[in-house]
């Protein structure tokens, strides 16, 4: 019973959870940030062995 109120559940978690990513990746396109995710900020090297892909 628990496994199956579990699968219930997380169908829509998971679109609640896509389209809180989806927003906050807009609102931060609308602020003219570079992303959401990149932990370098614009302007900045990245430290030698990492590419951004």
């Known amino acids: 019973m628990k496994t ?14 896509m389209n809180l990513a989806a927003v906050a990746g807009l609102y ?7 992303g959401f995710w990149n ?7 990245q430290p ?3 590419r951004h892909v």
């Open 39 to 45: 932990s370098v900020p614009m302007g900045t090297q």
């Open 48 to 50: 030698q062995g990492l």
């Open 4 to 17: 199956t109120i579990r699968k219930l559940i997380q169908i829509p978690y998971t679109f609640v959870l």
């Open 28 to 34: 931060c396109f609308a602020r003219g940030h570079e």
